[in-house]
């Protein structure tokens, strides 16, 4: 254990002033593999990544709030992401009006009497005496309300899914411009992560991790089969962008003008303009991010988070009161999660159930954070960069392996072909054997916690 | 200050606490001991709201703190220590005091952005108090060592040091002498008095040391088997046959079977 | 470990790297044989040992302690003299870049901790000293885990020494009161039947009565032959009984002599044992 | 007789299937369950490490079967199980000298061992994928049923079928012979004992002697044996394919801590519970209420709770509702 | 001597990665014979580069679409296969970048109105269609309830929904319609469900070596049905290695005709090495010809330039063209007649450029597949 005492924290607020050149270093390194990227590749493919890895950051720095803050194993990560998705069909998209003619009312209708059954089962639950009568009372609210919902629900829900099925079949969103769905996902992420904070924090780290991955796989299941809210497996495409479209660009004077006066393609120059303007969108949003987390990692909050961390029990011995700053951290990396899902989901413009996978929106943002370092934003933000960047580019640099490793072979000999024709495996392969490189070499993580 | 009225802790069939009733006078240093396994940190646990009473009530000044959460004791100014040290292992020694007093504007989110200035002073003001801890406790050369590699009798002056850092109105000490050296044992001792004298902090103590037992406290409540089993001054309880059999002893057998060896 | 509202819960393992991988860290000198010194002769020997934890600095500095058969010796000093890394460095425990340990005449400086369980040393550590999740019988059974002999008549012998163990024989030892947990952690040692006993304060937390059948139970183990070597804050009761004592100060040995000559020394009185 | 149809349909779509299904989860959580249990740590790897015994035990029954050897009315893969046991034994104890001892040398978290394990289900993914491919694979032979619908039906004369796969009924009998086998072993052998010593406290289990090398190299192979069994039983019944191995980790670990962790008995408990709640609350009772409703009286709907789109779902659903009332599962399992 | 490069994204890794390497070499076929023959744009050769869809992230399938076209310049794209990917390749890289993308297996009906710019075209018919021809096989071999169960994404969802509206407005009744999730470990609980809402066939409206083979499996091990129907993403010689003679009598339909390309494009398969009958194959070797000969064309090699001919060489008038007979295409186009490619899929594209729709109804007799028909 290497611990230099840190005498510059200081009153603990000053920023930490030491440079940390191996932060700064291993920053470096990754803008290389990206600027690497885009000379031996293109631009494009670079500014691709880069975007992603941007939301890929914003997600580990949620993440990192739960786990490195607070140390909740917070494996429904994929459930905010896609409710996130969700806010931004629900914020952007024009309202259906003929599906809300149908029985959008009805539905909401239903939904609010589904609620009121729970809040009045929860209020039984918490005003009579235990005992057989509670437990009828119970039984009688909750069944009954089950089925008064689905009789208001059902028919409802039958009459907006068969509005136009093909196109639409749902009840549409608000019509507004899609850059407000990034609060909302954090809104709307941060509405479900209360639910279930309230509920689930009291478990502990490999209970809650099941729980969380367990709710993250309902959330999945509901956008997958509820067509009137989403379209479910039908998929809502044609997102509205918050930046111009390339083909708009490509016809615009201006834009043709510009491209010209730098010597690029008007094609290849659109489509890089496109891209950086999701770029700076979301540079701001990540600054934005570090910028809150950072002030409070380094403040008496973030002490305070760190005590709760090390010892709940003694914590709260000493007044912490330890429930509430769970539920406070999981709302909040919740939120910060929800709004990368929403800008995913922009930047897609279109929302995929299906795509949401525990592997690639849970596994791979927790890889991201301990690769990073966990209890370091910097660390989080630097894993993001780097494991999305591996993610993409494993791909070719699988085929290269391969290449490299048969080029000894005999050209036709039949173990040539064979893993010639496998060579698509190689991604996940280099993905395992790199992450497990780093995380040899570094075990906790590439910018420790200090 | 703190009435315990017929409380009962049970593990399953096993009954931890049995029908402990007592009462820690305002201003009391109160001892607490009594065999290994009578119920003496249970109780403490069942009053600081760590665990959850089986049946009984505890009142604290006239109120009923009975299964409070902690930290809402803690409020309350009733603070305790742990007899397995429970420190806060990756945090400096410095920090695992500065974390203690409650009501830190630095906590609430908001000022962490915009509420900097206050922020700074507040933290001028408890690290230099928790310097004075630290330097009380004879550890100011491990401000800035993580709590977690300190040696175990300094992980308990740490323990200690924590409820030092606030005014508390009760405070709880679950064998703060422990694997503490006897000299700074008497330091310490020395600092509860004070405390106990300047700033009316009222004290129950767990202690199996009765020499430490002896200078500090009065009344002294011997528990057994979940039970209260004698209560009064040092010198009553030293004399009393039942606390004697049950928990004081007679000395080493083997003393003098070990001087005639040598002789 | 079940149980969050459990407060004698702790870790697994005292989190401190070094029990398990001595000299973890970059320091490069060999360990112990290639300084070693040798300024006495005694049946277990902690000679001039200097080191510390991974690359950290040193805590020990020539720090000699000793132990021969029939012999208890005791290690008092204030907190974080070094008393517990003294031991540990003599278990193996941590980087001994100086001085030599030797059992029996035998340099055992290179040893890993499980090998010096082998040869016969059985240690108590001051913390995490039990298997909390396991049974206080299966405890014990863990002590003899090395013996291939009936381990039955020597259990029968720990619970003579502390009854409550065996009421709770079958209870998770994790549930017990930090004084039976002592007992526990002392009684898991006795069943190696070792032949060099090392114990990190025994009695801390143990009520008077416990302490004195504690202390009653080294002496006899004691008379059978077998070094105890132990650290104490309880110093005045075990300086009674030592055959000899160190005083540790700040990694270094401040004072030594027999338990009486300690006990009578007015300046170890006032600094170390509380006046 | 409509009662004996009702209960027939019952047994046939609801409790032998869900049976079975719980008894194939419960294999798997076995394995999960022990490496949480003594090395402490939520093993992603352990689906891919089904796949990888299962494709040893595929390719050596294929040579068994080339060399015109079968095990008669069962499955010739039993036959191959014992190599691809040794196999995968093997492997994982190569994986864990080559990865995890390092981590357990410095004390790493936990949560660095999940991450860990998730490169090694890379690794073993792309290996895999290499040697056998990504093609489904059956390679089930013998007598496929104990009894089927058609036998049933005509034996009896009732109306509804009754079928009993051999597979299912090994399957069972495995489970619940491995789960009795590793109950006795932690709890009753010194080796056992020594592999909780190790799991409670590292450091004093090595002050007591304990070899700590030897206590992983034999979770290991535990763990290799049940992968390897709990994969091939599954592919005989079903049938062998990398990706769906991948997938069987998640309601494997649901099982493993819905039951408690650490726990084997949970393991049963918790497969059982996963695979009846997924099988029971979406099952669709019109039938058997046909049969026993009087007279001609036919049921509007379904009569199912909730549609089968919903059985993933459901089955976390009731995960949550148990954790809520036990956090750390059916038998109080560990928690790291 | 130019050369170009193609890029093929399919789901190497993912749900589907069994179907992709047969889809692959369907495609590499066809840009192997082009290339070989020395004929396309004067000697332009022509390799393939792969791409990973991975089936189901959209993200992965974008960056690997943009890598294909930014960095190694291909000039055409066949891909990629399942819908919901295809969707975001197209919207976010084809579309932006001007570039030509032939999927051979998005049946998606959303498809159709997708917004393309005219770039994109399909080898497969849209899902709208084989609802109908369902209905009607089904209803034509007098069974009038059926249970379906479809694997939950657009593609299954989409052929249950138009097969339900096509059955029941013929007069059939539809007893039960669930999905099943891919990859599954256990279908008892579907088909539990399945059985009791009971019917004389199941319909199957999944993936062969997915949730489909499943759901078929438990099906006949509880004895539920004894007759099933196969919509395309089943019909292979997978399901009668899997089955074999226990699903007699059952039977289906997936997209093909009694063209002789399906029959010479099989056995050019089997030549090269891999299963020609493997779904969707046909269809990838189609979409790389159909490429390549609109190059050829319109005589550019640059997507916007050819994307104009795609749909007149895919469509008569014209000289037939075969698998195998790519080269006479080019030959002809060179010399300035008109082709009317049929391919291994007996390609008309219609409507925005999408595979008319003609289907071949084959049944399991005898533990083999038989076609039986052509619709
Ligand atoms: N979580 C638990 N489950 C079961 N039994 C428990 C639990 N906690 C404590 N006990 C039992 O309750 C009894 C009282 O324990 P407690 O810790 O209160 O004793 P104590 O008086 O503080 O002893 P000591 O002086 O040794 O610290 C002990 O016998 C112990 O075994
Ligand atoms: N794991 C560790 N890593 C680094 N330094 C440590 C570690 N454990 C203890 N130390 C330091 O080593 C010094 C000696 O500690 P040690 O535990 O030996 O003291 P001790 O004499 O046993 O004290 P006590 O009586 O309080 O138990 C202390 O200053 C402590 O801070
Ligand atoms: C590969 C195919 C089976 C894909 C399917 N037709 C879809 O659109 O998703
Ligand atoms: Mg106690
Ligand atoms: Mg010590």
Redesign the pocket.
């Known amino acids: 254990m290497t611990t230099t005492p840190d005498t510059a924290r200081g009153p603990a607020m000053a920023p930490a002033k030491r440079v940390d050149t191996r932060a700064i270093l291993l920053f470096a390194f990754v803008a290389c593999l990206f600027v690497g990227t885009g000379v031996l590749q293109s631009w494009n493919t670079t500014l691709s990544i880069f975007n992603m890895a941007l939301v890929g950051a914003i997600m580990a720095l949620g993440v990192n709030m739960q786990w490195g803050y607070a140390g909740l194993f917070n494996v429904g990560v994929m459930g905010f992401v896609a409710l996130g998705g969700l806010a931004a069909v629900l914020v952007s998209m024009d309202p259906v009006d003929e599906a809300w003619a149908a029985g959008g009312l009805q539905i909401l209708l239903a939904l609010v009497l589904g609620a009121a059954t729970i809040v009045l089962a929860i209020l039984a639950y918490a005003r009579l005496a235990a005992g057989p009568l509670r437990t009828l009372a119970m039984l009688v609210i909750l069944i009954g309300g089950f089925f008064l919902f689905r009789a208001v629900f059902d028919p409802a829900v039958a009459r907006v899914e068969a509005v136009n099925p093909a196109s639409t079949g749902y009840l549409g969103g608000l019509g507004l411009p899609v850059i407000l769905a990034w609060p909302m996902g954090g809104v709307l992420a941060a509405g479900a992560a209360w639910l279930i904070g309230k509920t689930a924090l009291g478990l502990r780290s490999d209970y809650l991790a099941i729980a969380t991955l367990g709710i993250a796989e309902i959330i999945i299941a509901v956008m997958k089969n509820e067509d009137w809210l989403a379209r479910g497996v039908k998929n809502v495409t044609t997102i509205p962008r918050p930046v111009p479209y390339e083909v708009d660009l490509q016809q615009s004077q201006w834009f043709i003008d510009l491209a010209d006066r730098l010597g690029a393609d008007v094609i290849t120059f659109s489509s890089i303009f496109v891209k950086l303007c999701y770029a700076s969108l979301f540079i701001v949003v990540l600054l934005a991010l570090i910028w809150l987390s950072e002030k409070a990692w380094n403040s008496p909050w973030g002490r305070m988070m760190r005590a709760i961390r090390d010892n709940e029990v003694s914590a709260s011995a000493m007044g912490k009161d330890v429930k509430a700053r769970h539920l406070q951290v999981f709302v909040l990396g919740s939120a910060v999660i929800g709004m990368a899902g929403a800008m995913m989901t922009t930047l897609d413009s279109q929302l995929v159930p299906g795509t949401y996978q525990p592997l690639r929106f849970t596994f791979l943002v927790w890889v991201m954070v301990i690769v990073g370092g966990s209890g370091n934003n910097w660390g989080a933000v630097l894993g993001g960069f780097l494991i999305w960047w591996l993610w993409i580019q494993v791909e070719p640099l699988g085929a290269l392996l391969m290449q490299g490793i048969t080029a000894g072979m005999d050209a036709d000999s039949w173990l040539r072909a064979h893993l010639l024709d496998s060579v698509a495996h190689m991604r996940l392969l280099t993905m395992g054997l790199i992450l497990l490189l780093v995380l040899r070499f570094s075990p906790r993580g590439l910018i420790p916690e200090r | 200050m703190i009435i315990v009225q017929d409380l009962h802790?049970h593990?399953?069939g096993?009954h931890?606490?049995d029908g402990a009733s007592l009462t820690i006078e305002t201003g009391s240093i109160t001892a607490l001991i009594?065999?290994?396994?009578?119920?003496?940190?249970?109780?403490?646990?069942v009053i600081a709201g760590v665990?959850p009473p089986t049946s009984g009530r505890v009142v604290m000044d006239g109120e009923d703190i009975t299964g409070l959460p902690p930290h809402v004791l803690f409020s309350k100014g009733l603070l305790r220590t742990f007899?397995i040290a429970h420190e806060f292992h990756s945090m400096t020694c410095r920090e695992n005091l500065m974390m203690v007093p409650a009501g830190q504007s630095g906590e609430t989110l908001w000022n962490t952005w915009f509420g900097r200035k206050r922020i700074a002073d507040e933290e001028r003001a408890l690290r230099a108090k928790a310097d004075e801890v630290l330097e009380f406790l004879t550890i100011e050369h491990l401000a800035d060592h993580p709590a977690g590699q300190v040696s175990g009798g300094q992980k308990k002056l740490l323990e200690l040091g924590r409820t030092m850092m606030v005014d508390a109105k009760i405070v709880f000490l679950?064998?703060v002498g422990a694997g503490v050296n006897r000299t700074l044992l008497n330091t310490i001792g020395d600092a509860i008095i004070r405390l106990n004298r300047e700033r009316g902090y009222t004290f129950c103590v767990?202690e199996?040391d009765m020499d430490f037992i002896g200078r500090l406290c009065d009344p002294v409540i011997v528990?057994a088997e979940?039970k209260v089993l004698a209560q009064g001054t040092i010198d009553e309880i030293k004399a009393d046959e039942a606390v004697i059999e049950a928990y004081l002893g007679t000395g080493l057998k083997n003393k003098d079977k070990l001087e005639g060896a040598e002789a | 470990m079940s149980?969050t509202?459990?407060?004698?819960q702790n870790d697994r393992g005292n989190k401190d790297l070094s029990i398990t991988r001595p000299g973890t860290g970059t320091l490069s000198s060999s360990p112990g044989t290639g300084h070693a010194m040798n300024t006495s002769q005694a049946f277990l020997i902690g000679d001039t040992m200097t080191g510390g934890y991974g690359n950290g600095p040193d805590i020990l500095h020539d720090c000699t302690i000793a132990v021969n058969p029939g012999e208890i010796a005791v290690i008092v000093g204030p907190n974080g003299a070094g008393k517990s890394t003294a031991m540990k460095a003599v278990f193996g425990m941590l980087n001994v870049r100086q001085g030599s340990v030797r059992l029996d005449g035998e340099d055992i400086t290179d040893l890993t901790p499980q090998a010096r369980v082998a040869k016969g040393m059985g240690f108590v550590p001051q913390t995490n000293n039990i298997f909390a999740s396991m049974t206080v019988e299966e405890n014990l059974e863990m002590g003899a885990f090395i013996r291939r002999d009936d381990i039955r008549e020597t259990m029968e012998q720990v619970y003579d020494l502390f009854p409550?163990l065996k009421d709770?024989r079958r209870?998770?030892a994790?549930?017990?009161?930090?004084?039976?947990?002592?007992q526990v952690a002392v009684g898991r040692a006795l069943m190696t039947r070792p032949k060099v006993l090392m114990l990190d304060e025994p009695t801390a937390?143990?009520?008077p009565i416990v302490m004195d059948e504690l202390f009653d139970r080294i002496i006899e183990v004691s008379r059978t032959g077998i070094p105890i070597l132990m650290v104490e804050q309880n110093a005045r009761q075990a300086l009674e009984i030592a055959d000899k004592g160190y005083v540790l100060v700040q990694g270094r040995n401040a004072h030594t002599g027999t338990g009486k000559e300690l006990l009578a020394d007015p300046q170890v009185r006032r600094s170390f044992l509380g006046g | 007789m409509d009662i004996l149809n009702a209960f027939v349909t019952l047994l046939n779509f609801v409790i032998i299937p869900a049976t079975a299904y719980g008894a194939q989860l419960a294999l798997g959580a076995l394995g999960v369950t022990l490496i949480y249990g003594i090395l402490r740590f939520s093993n992603f790897a352990h689906g891919d490490t089904m796949a990888f015994g299962t494709m040893v035990v595929i390719l050596c029954t294929w040579g068994l079967q080339g060399a015109g050897i079968t095990l008669g009315p069962l499955p010739t893969a039993l036959l191959a199980l014992p190599v691809g046991i040794a196999i995968t034994g093997l492997l994982v104890i190569g994986t864990d000298r080559a990865v995890y001892r390092f981590y357990r040398a410095k004390k790493a978290k936990p949560v660095i061992f999940v991450i860990a394990s998730l490169g090694v289900m890379f690794i073993m993914n792309g290996i895999v994928r290499f040697i056998i491919g990504v093609d489904d694979q059956r390679f089930a032979d013998g007598e496929r049923f104990i009894i089927s619908a058609r036998t049933f039906r005509d034996m009896t004369g009732l109306e509804e079928g009754l079928a009993f796969r051999t597979s299912q009924g090994l399957t069972i009998v495995v489970a619940i012979i491995a789960v009795v086998l590793l109950f006795w072993f932690l709890n009753r052998t010194r080796t056992g004992k020594s592999m909780r010593a190790f799991s409670d406290n590292e450091d004093l289990a090595l002050l007591s002697g304990i070899n700590p090398e030897r206590v992983v190299m034999i979770t290991w192979l535990i763990v290799a044996a049940l992968a390897t069994t709990a994969g091939t039983l599954y592919g005989l019944d079903k049938s062998f394919k990398a990706f769906t191995y991948f997938q069987l980790l998640l309601p494997i670990f649901a099982a493993a801590i819905v039951g408690g962790l650490g726990n084997p008995v949970g393991a049963i408990l918790g497969g059982f519970l996963i695979a009846f709640s997924e099988v029971g609350v979406t099952y669709a009772f019109r039938k058997v209420v046909e049969y026993l409703a009087p007279g001609d009286w036919q049921p509007e709907g379904l009569l199912q709770l909730l549609s089968t789109d919903y059985k993933f779902a459901v089955s976390f659903a009731i995960l949550l509702i148990v954790l809520l009332f036990r956090p750390t599962g059916i038998m109080k399992g560990k928690s790291v | 001597q130019e050369s170009i490069s193609l890029g093929v994204i399919l789901g190497f890794t993912g749900p589907l990665e069994s179907l992709a390497p047969g889809m692959a070499s369907g495609a590499e076929l066809a840009i192997a014979e082009v290339s070989g023959s020395g004929l396309l744009l004067g000697g332009t050769t022509v390799t393939p580069v792969r791409g990973d869809s991975t089936c189901i992230d959209a993200s992965a399938a974008t960056a690997a679409a943009e890598r294909l076209i930014t960095s190694d310049g291909v000039s055409g794209i066949v891909g990629a296969d399942c819908s919901g990917v295809t969707t975001a390749v197209l919207t976010n890289v084809a579309v932006p970048n001007g570039m030509v993308m032939i999927s051979p297996s998005a049946t998606s009906p959303a498809l159709s109105t997708a917004e393309d710019n005219g770039l994109f075209f399909r080898t497969a018919p849209s899902d709208a269609r084989q609802g109908v021809v369902m209905s009607e096989i089904i209803l034509g071999r007098g069974i009038d309830t059926v249970a379906v169960t479809y694997t939950n994404n657009d593609y299954g969802l989409g052929l249950a929904d138009s097969f339900q509206a096509a059955f029941t407005e013929m007069g059939g009744t539809v007893t039960l319609v669930a999905a099943h999730e891919d990859g599954r470990a256990d279908y008892s609980a579907e088909v539990g469900a399945l059985a009791s809402a009971g019917g004389d066939a199941l319909v199957v409206a999944g993936y062969v070596d997915q949730g489909g083979s499943g759901i078929v499996q438990a099906a006949l091990d509880s004895g539920a049905f004894e007759t099933f129907v196969f919509p395309d993403g089943m019909v292979s010689q997978a399901l009668v290695d899997n089955f074999g003679a226990d699903i007699d009598g059952s039977f289906g339909q997936n997209p093909g005709t009694d063209s002789e390309g399906a029959a010479i494009f099989q056995g050019m398969a089997t030549a090269a090495g891999f299963d020609g009958t493997s779904p969707f194959s046909a269809e990838a070797y189609d979409a790389a010809a159909l490429i390549l000969l609109a190059m050829q064309a319109a005589g550019s090699t640059v997507p916007s330039e050819y994307a104009g001919s795609v749909m007149d060489v895919a469509n008569a008038p014209g000289e037939p063209i075969l698998p195998g007979e790519l080269a006479r295409g080019l030959e002809l186009l060179a010399a300035g007649q008109d082709i009317d490619y049929v391919g291994a899929s007996a390609v008309e594209l219609i409507g925005a450029g999408e595979s008319a729709g003609n289907y071949r109804e084959i049944e399991i007799q005898g533990g083999a597949l038989t076609v039986v028909g052509f619709r």
């Open positions: 802790k593990f399953g096993f931890a606490v009594g065999p290994n396994g009578a119920g003496k940190t249970t109780l403490f646990n665990l007899q679950d064998e767990i199996h528990m979940g | 149980d509202s459990n407060p004698y409550i709770k209870q998770p994790g549930e017990l009161s930090g004084g039976q947990r002592q937390g143990v009520s």
